[in-house]
T-cell receptor
Framework: KNEVEQSPQNLTAQEGEFITINCSYSVGISALHWLQQHPGGGIVSLFMLSSGKKKHGRLIATINIQEKHSSLHITASHPRDSAVYICAVVSNDYKLSFGAGTTVTVRA | GAVVSQHPSWVICKSGTSVKIECRSLDFQATTMFWYRQFPKQSLMLMATSNEGSKATYEQGVEKDKFLINHASLTLSTLTVTSAHPEDSSFYIC????????????FGPGTRLLVL
């Protein structure tokens, strides 16, 4: 069983819809990243969380340390949000373990 | 924001040759850099942790003699795929942690390797 589980694996939404991606993990962590990977392969770190909630533009990330769960929300989704979103947890020795990713497709 | 570059972005080589990939932190010093590999439609897998001035730490199953890592300065780490074979064809990504900020990682754009 993977240390980091993401759901759903794939998600298709209409432009403007609210999107939620979930991440559960089974190990102790010092932080959690939400990453975005576009078709060309480049990776951007959207958020790094160790508690609570962060917001950047239309993106919101939350984490519940006790429940070992994090969510990434996209409000008013747009076709340019189409990408693979990856949850990655940071262990106490700063190594990242990755979820399998969620492929998001937003249709106009 | 912090920028990490990788060079080359694409490389095609013949089986048996060696390929060097560079990872640079452009505007910060990185005591630690990480090398990942990603096969098509799979998630990233950590290959090794590269610490400036010391030997890299390899993950289980990663051959250290095949994937040579050198982290000679606080802004440069190199990964050399020695005697590359077609099964080494993959997307290689590095990340760098600013010194003293271990949880923070900035990712390079990746290097796509195709071994013929």
């Amino acid at each position: 069983k993977n240390e980091v589980e993401q759901s759903p694996q794939n998600l298709t939404a209409q432009e403007g819809e609210f999107i939620t991606i979930n991440c559960s993990y089974s190990v102790g962590i010092s932080a959690l990243h939400w990453l975005q990977q576009h078709p060309g392969g480049g990776i951007v770190s959207l958020f790094m969380l160790s508690s609570g909630k962060k917001k950047h533009g239309r993106l919101i990330a939350t984490i519940n340390i006790q429940e070992k769960h994090s969510s990434l929300h996209i409000t008013a989704s747009h076709p340019r949000d189409s990408a693979v979103y990856i949850c990655a947890v940071v262990s106490n020795d700063y190594k990242l373990s990755f979820g399998a990713g969620t492929t998001v497709t937003v249709r106009a | 924001g912090a920028v990490v570059s990788q060079h080359p972005s694409w490389v095609i080589c013949k089986s048996g040759t060696s390929v060097k990939i560079e990872c640079r932190s452009l505007d910060f010093q990185a005591t630690t850099m990480f090398w990942y590999r990603q096969f098509p439609k799979q998630s990233l897998m950590l290959m090794a942790t590269s610490n400036e001035g010391s030997k890299a730490t390899y993950e289980q199953g990663v051959e250290k003699d095949k994937f040579l890592i050198n982290h000679a300065s606080l802004t440069l780490s190199t990964l050399t795929v020695t005697s590359a074979h077609p099964e080494d064809s993959s997307f290689y990504i590095c990340s760098a942690s600013p010194s003293g900020m271990g949880e923070t990682q900035y990712f390079g754009p990746g290097t796509r390797l195709l071994v013929l």
